[in-house]
T-cell receptor
C-alpha cells in the first residue's frame, strides 16, 4: 500500500545544530508539504513543493529550507536549530497539479526537541 | 491574509448525542475549499469532510455533515450519533493557494 513516512519519529538536538527531517511518500504525488504543529496554533505551513525542483515558502519558513530532487522525497532542514523550533513536524502530500481541493495525506509526524 | 478561527478550544458530548463544532474564516476570495480534519491521540491527521465553496449544497459523510454559510464565512461540523471513537482534536482548514488551519477543538465523548 502507498504511504507517507517520516524519520526520525523523535529527535532531540542542541541549539545551533543543523537538523534534517526526512519525508518519503510512495503515492507518486506531485505536491508535498511541511507543517509544524504547536499548541494553540494548529498546523502552520513551512514550505511546499508542487514538483521536482520546485520549492516555495509557506507562512513560517524562516530558519527552514527544503529541496526536491525527486518525486518521493522532501527533506526539511533546520539550518541552525533554535528552541523556538521545538515542535511536532508533519509532512503531507497530495495528488493533482496544484490541486486546491484534493485531500492531503499526512505522515505520522516527527517530534523535535531543541535544548 | 486568510485566517481560520475555531472559537471552541474544547467541547464535550454524550455518546449517541449530536455535537456541532464551529469554524469561521476570513477571505476575500470567492473560490476556495474547506476541510475538517480529525487528529486522534495517535497524531495521525485524517480527513473527515471537504466542501467546495462554489457548491451550495452542504457536504455529508455518514454521521458527519457541515453547515456552510458562505456569506457569513462559517463552516461548522455536525457529528451525529457520537461514538467514543470520535474523541479527538478537530481542525478546520481553508485552502485557496495553500492550506491554513485553525487552532483546533478538542472533542471529548462521554460514555
Amino acid at each position: 500500500d502507498a504511504e507517507i513516512t517520516q524519520s526520525p519519529r523523535h529527535k532531540i538536538t542542541e541549539t545551533g545544530r543543523q537538523v534534517t527531517l526526512a519525508c518519503h511518500q510512495t503515492w507518486n504525488h506531485n505536491n508535498m508539504f511541511w507543517y509544524r504543529q504547536d499548541l494553540g496554533h494548529g498546523l502552520r505551513l513551512i514550505h511546499y513543493s508542487y514538483g521536482v525542483q520546485d520549492t516555495n515558502k509557506g507562512e513560517v519558513s524562516d530558519g527552514y529550507s527544503v529541496s526536491r530532487s525527486n518525486t518521493e522525497d522532501l527533506p526539511l532542514t533546520l539550518e541552525s536549530a533554535a528552541s523556538s523550533q521545538t515542535s511536532v513536524y508533519f509532512c503531507a502530500s497530495s495528488e493533482s497539479p496544484r490541486g486546491e481541493g484534493d485531500e492531503q495525506f499526512f505522515g505520522p509526524g516527527t517530534r523535535l526537541t531543541v535544548l | 491574509a486568510q485566517t481560520v478561527t475555531q472559537s471552541q478550544p474544547e467541547m464535550s458530548v454524550q455518546e449517541a448525542e449530536t455535537v456541532t463544532l464551529s469554524c469561521t474564516y476570513d477571505t476575500s476570495e470567492s473560490d476556495y475549499y474547506l476541510f475538517w480534519y480529525k487528529q486522534p491521540p495517535s497524531r495521525q491527521m485524517i480527513l473527515v469532510i471537504r466542501q467546495e465553496a462554489y457548491k451550495q449544497q452542504n457536504a455529508t459523510e455518514n454521521r458527519f455533515s457541515v453547515n456552510f454559510q458562505k456569506a457569513a464565512k462559517s463552516f461548522s461540523l455536525k457529528i451525529s450519533d457520537s461514538q467514543l471513537g470520535d474523541a479527538a482534536m478537530y481542525f478546520c482548514a481553508y485552502r485557496s493557494f495553500f492550506v491554513r488551519f485553525g487552532a483546533g477543538t478538542r472533542l471529548t465523548v462521554k460514555p
